[in-house]
């Protein structure tokens, strides 16, 4: 007799879904070049469905120099005319000039404070928010944590991150458990972690 099935979150619908669910989404990220792949998909997602990404993802990879932010910043002129004779991304070039710029904030970001990891969890004082939604129609789109990320990424130069596209950032690596609580990846993130607390100098 086959095991039945888990219960998850009701959005993973179908097979890639499913195994980001299982696999990524809500699991705590403190890679830097990881942190900025998501946060550059999360931009690229804007008016389209994470699902349309997830397919993309692979072509994105490529197509972004497995988004090094260090070769990113330098593209020029030749390069975004090639990205967006790309049909295996999202050719858009208001997206593809974001997340040029955004490499380049990224850099400036890291030299700062040392790394985007140690930026970006001190939002959540280092450890993720763990939620209990019972349905996806109680999660939130944005979160005054998520409205004041937005602020300061935008007053440090960065562009497509306004407080809905960071939430959803944030669920992605893990800042926040937004498993509904009946999915068996709620229980299984809710164990202790053991990263560092982050604190900006």
């Not at 095991?3 to 699991?27: F, M």
């Not at 944005?142 to 602020?151: E, G, K, N």
């Amino acid at each position: 007799m086959s095991k039945p099935s888990p219960t998850r979150c009701t959005w993973a619908t179908n097979a890639l879904l499913i195994q980001y669910h299982d696999q990524e989404w809500g699991v705590p990220v403190h890679d830097d070049r990881r942190l900025f792949e998501f946060l550059i998909l999360e931009g690229a997602q804007a008016g389209l469905s994470w699902n349309t990404i997830l397919q993309k993802r692979e072509a994105f990879r490529t197509a972004f120099d497995h988004f090094d932010p260090a070769s990113i910043a330098r593209y020029d002129v030749r390069k975004v005319r090639d990205l967006l004779s790309n049909p295996g991304i999202i050719r858009n070039r208001l997206k593809i000039q974001a997340a040029i710029s955004n490499a380049q904030a990224f850099l400036l970001l890291q030299k700062e404070v040392g790394s985007f990891d140690a930026y970006i969890w001190q939002f959540v004082k280092g450890r993720p928010i763990r939620n209990r939604w019972k349905s996806l129609q109680d999660v939130p789109c944005h979160t005054p944590v998520s409205d004041a990320l937005s602020r300061d990424l935008k007053r440090r130069g960065f562009r497509f991150v306004g407080s809905t596209i960071c939430y959803a950032f944030m669920q992605a690596i893990g800042m926040v458990n937004d498993h509904t609580t009946n999915c068996f990846r709620y229980r299984a993130l809710y164990q202790p972690v053991s990263s560092p607390t982050h604190h900006l100098p």
